[in-house]
């Protein structure tokens, strides 16, 4: 059963850093887009990065690029979201996903782990 479970989330102050991890287990993930998505309170499910698992080509949204950054690690099956100058806007609940088609659409993330709970402090 293919199973996606993040860590890493937390309270932080404003400007500060989190890594979030994203453990992938179930099957083989190289063939797979990675995402990583976040929800605040009434508002829509965001993406705010993704990589294609083979060759690692990235791409990210407007709101995170240049603060965020998505990488992998092969032999742990795990892909990390690296987010630095945190702002209070960025307090959410943070998904990773896996899609099969790239670029990805939100449609196309058929598998998701539970969430962690990011909170950034000013």
């Known amino acids: 059963q293919v199973q996606l479970v993040e860590s890493g989330g937390g309270l932080v102050q404003a400007g500060g850093s989190l890594r979030l991890s994203c453990a992938a287990s179930?099957?083989?993930?190289?063939?797979?887009?990675m995402g990583w998505f976040r929800q605040a309170p009434g508002k829509e499910r965001e993406l705010l990065a993704a990589?294609?698992?083979?060759?690692?080509?990235?791409s990210y949204a407007d709101s995170v690029k240049g603060r965020f950054t998505i990488s992998r690690d092969n032999a742990k099956n795990t892909v990390y979201l690296q987010m630095n100058s945190l702002k209070p806007e960025d307090t959410a609940v943070y998904y990773c996903?896996?899609?099969?088609?790239?670029?990805?659409?939100?449609?196309?993330?058929?598998?998701w782990g539970q969430g962690t709970q990011v909170t950034v402090s000013s």
């Open positions: 990589m294609r698992w083979s060759g690692g080509i990235t």
């Open positions: 996903a896996a899609a099969s088609r790239w670029p990805p659409r939100l449609a196309d993330f058929g598998v």
């Open positions: 179930g099957r083989t993930f190289s063939n797979y887009v």
